[in-house]
């Protein structure tokens, strides 16, 4: 699939007649492949631009971008990226992305709405989706709901990352409440705590877990998972009934960019956006690309789990309202959940 060419439109210049943007972009995994070529293509047809990529993880960097606001405001670290939605809801609470709309990126327009964050501070460009990793020598049925993960008789098989809101969120939903009415959540992990084998810090620990049959399942990544039933491990991915959770990728330009830098940002967004490139991305990184117009392989299309349906049909969580209570819920769970851990 070809890559889509870059904006010909030359942006405004500086006093300098010279405009400098760094651009984050994601390590690893195929996530530089799409970046790294509009943004090379755009150098070539602007020679009076330069675009420095960061590359790294929203974790390490997004704390460096608001230090960064708080002593130089005017001078953001990074001018805009990839964000995914921790980042971009902390963002909001520390005010850090600038208004966007289609006159700045225009294929923002294909977009699904559900995905475009209030005055486009934060443009979607995909979902990864969640559903349930399971060990097929373990698990002979793909399990059909979330509820597996709580079920009486399935002590020690469950393994998931620590602090893991949406855990908790699912499990409030299908028992009465949601995010704004979390207790539900709670209850059902502090009556099966013993289901948790192990509450892990990295992807790996969660594979070696599940692959090693310690665990059963995780609510896992369908693209991270995807990636290591292709090597062999004994994985199977299960979209539950009531739905898989949606985990959006973002596209966000930094609050403090001048007219010219958000001009050059504005451009690259907009490339990526375009049908072969969104799609490209998707298809590179096993995510799904959240706008109408993705020019999806024919794969993309048959796997139910990278089709357009899948991010359509996605469960998008509150995120702003858990990043507002992540901290409290963080001491509920050392309380409630982490202390009845056997």
């Known amino acids: 699939m070809a890559l889509a060419a870059s ?33 090379e293509d755009y ?24 230090a960064a606001r708080r002593t130089t405001p005017d001078d953001p670290l990074v001018h805009c990226g990839f964000f ?22 225009p294929n923002m327009a294909n977009v699904l709405e559900r995905f475009v964050r209030p005055e486009g501070k934060g443009i979607g460009y995909q979902t990864s989706t969640i ?29 998931f990352f620590d602090y893991d809101t949406r855990m908790l969120a699912i499990a409030a939903r299908l028992n009465g409440g949601d995010e704004r009415n ?28 599940i692959v090693s049959g310690d665990a059963y399942y995780s609510p896992w990544f369908a693209s991270l998972a995807s990636v290591w039933m292709k090597e062999g491990a004994p ?24 007219p010219e830098e958000k001009k050059v940002c504005g451009d690259l967004i907009n490339t990526l956006l375009e049908p072969e490139n969104a799609a490209r991305y998707g298809e590179l990184t096993y995510s799904v690309p959240v706008t109408t117009n993705a020019a999806l392989s024919d794969e993309q299309k048959a796997n139910p789990l990278l089709s357009l ?10 995120y702003d309202y858990i990043a507002e209570m992540s901290s409290d819920w963080r001491e509920r769970w050392d309380r409630e959940v982490k202390f009845k851990m056997r």
């Open 7 to 39: 904006s010909p439109v030359v942006p405004a210049l500086a006093q300098d007649g010279k405009v400098n943007v760094t651009f984050f972009i994601w390590a690893g995994s195929n996530q530089g492949v799409i970046p790294t070529k509009v943004i």
């Open 43 to 66: 150098r070539a047809a602007h020679p009076n631009v330069t675009i420095d990529i960061l590359e790294s993880n929203n974790t390490i960097t997004y704390p460096k971008m608001v």
């Open 84 to 105: 995914n939605v921790d980042a971009i809801t902390k963002g909001k609470v520390d005010d850090m992305w600038a208004p966007v709309s289609t006159a700045d990126v």
């Open 131 to 159: 559903g349930i990793m399971y060990n097929t020598d373990k698990v002979k049925e793909p399990p059909k709901s979330w509820s597996v993960l709580w079920a009486d008789g399935n002590d020690k098989q469950v393994t």
């Open 182 to 209: 979390i207790d539900p959540g709670f209850e059902v992990w502090a009556n099966h705590a013993g289901n948790i084998r192990a509450l892990v810090d990295s992807n790996d620990a969660v594979k070696n877990l």
């Open 235 to 258: 994985l199977g991915f299960a979209a539950p009934e009531e739905g898989m959770i949606a985990f959006p990728v973002y596209l966000a330009i930094a609050n403090g960019v001048t």
């Open 309 to 318: 349906e899948a991010a359509e049909k996605a469960i998008l969580l509150d």
